[in-house]
């Protein structure tokens, strides 16, 4: 299936849950006339969301790393690489965006190729040479040519805005005068709010990004430049970098944008939940595919048929599994705390402990969680094959 079409068939599976739950809501609040005027609300909410989810994300995602335009005003010699480059892929010339971020990044988002933007950062400029730089520009055109960002873009974006509530959580804490940025308590609410809305997120992220789109686009690039070596030379060096740098400020959900993944890896608790994000194949696993490919007799190999044959697990599979089911038993506990000040709320609104109310309480709520988690590691199992 098409991306165009998975994406359709999102907008219309959304707007199905708003109005059915804007009929079941005005049903019990005034009958069959209530349940018209819940569907009709239903579809203005959904229509709403579906045209912001369709036009906002590339947007709003360049705003988040105060980038500014690169124009041919600013680096004619820049721009004129650019456009030829685009000429060579064979795609209309994207829009470039300068951040002033201090980690390594690019990425491409937008709706289709010709409205997409490629926005990288002053760090990448000075850890690359230019030959470097042309090998990860034209990784990014790849995936422009291949029709890959607009999904990337959309879940990057919704994922993005759950992940985003825990440092809304930590910033919450701390303007309240829970403490410094470094103290326990701030850290301990923001790992609270992370372990309810990282699961989720991430399920998103796995359900929607296959380890293939790397390897098809790293085939193109490779195809299109043919310098591997220049190629693995810039994967090597970024993926040194991100090995040796923890960037914390970094919204996990985005990660699945970069070239390389560029998330947290250590025994840090919190970067457990890091982990769950990660769609990229092993560095090691790009390189051999590049030099298998390369090196083959078999030239003329179709990239759909290279792809397919390609292994798309995650690296280190038991420890991904470990780190999963700790996130999900911190995601447990967390909505067992959540569950326990309901009932104590609805006891004190009602002046008593009703055990009845709260054993339905307590049967619903745990009934949802245990599909839920049962839903998300399906999911995570299934993408480690």
Not at 44 to 61: D, E
Not at 151 to 168: C, D, E, K, S, W
Request: proline share 4%; net charge negative; hydrophobic share 45%.
């Amino acid at each position: 299936m098409q991306d165009k079409q998975k994406i359709y068939l999102f907008f219309i599976g959304m707007a199905l849950a708003i109005c059915s739950i804007g009929g079941v809501a005005g049903y019990f609040i005034n009958d069959a006339s209530g349940a018209i005027y819940g569907v009709t609300a239903g579809l203005i909410i959904s229509g709403i969301a579906a045209g912001c989810l369709y036009y906002l994300p590339a947007f709003i995602i360049v705003k988040l790393y105060n980038s500014r335009e690169v124009t041919k005003e600013d680096s004619p010699d820049f721009m004129a690489t650019i456009e030829e480059f685009a000429d060579i892929v064979n795609i209309p010339v994207p829009r470039f965006y300068l951040s002033n971020k201090d980690i390594p990044l690019i990425f491409t988002v937008g709706r289709d190729c010709n409205s997409a933007s490629i926005i990288f950062t002053d760090k990448l400029l000075d850890i690359l040479s230019s030959e470097e730089l042309t090998c990860v520009l034209i990784h990014e055109m790849s995936h422009i040519k291949l029709n890959q960002i607009h999904r990337q873009t959309l879940v990057a974006f919704v994922a993005g805005i759950l992940t985003m509530f825990a440092n809304a959580a930590l910033w919450g804490a701390l303007l309240t005068g829970f403490g410094q940025e470094n103290d326990p308590a701030p850290r301990i609410i923001k790992f609270l709010a992370m372990a309810l809305v990282a699961p989720p997120a991430a399920s998103l992220v796995l359900l929607t990004t296959p380890a293939s789109r790397e390897y098809i686009a790293d085939a193109t690039a490779v195809g299109i430049y043919k310098e591997p070596e220049v190629y693995i030379q810039m994967l090597e060096k970024m993926g040194r970098h991100f090995s040796e740098t923890r960037h914390e400020e970094i919204n996990p959900a985005h990660g699945l944008l970069n070239i390389i993944d560029p998330l947290s890896r250590s025994n840090d608790v919190e970067d457990d939940f890091y982990t769950l994000f990660n769609t990229h194949p092993g560095l090691d696993e790009r390189i051999e595919a590049i030099r298998t490919r390369t090196n083959s007799r078999s030239a003329s190999m179709k990239l759909l048929e290279y792809a397919t044959v390609m292994n798309e697990k995650i690296v280190d599979k038991y420890e991904s599994i470990t780190r999963w089911k700790k996130t999900l038993l911190y995601s447990t506990i967390t909505h067992m705390l959540i569950l326990f000040g309901i009932i104590v709320v609805y006891s004190f609104y009602n002046k008593d402990f009703r055990a009845m109310d709260s054993l339905m309480i307590t049967g619903a709520y745990v009934g949802m969680l245990v599909i839920t988690h049962s839903m998300m590691y399906l999911i995570f199992k299934n993408k480690l094959g």
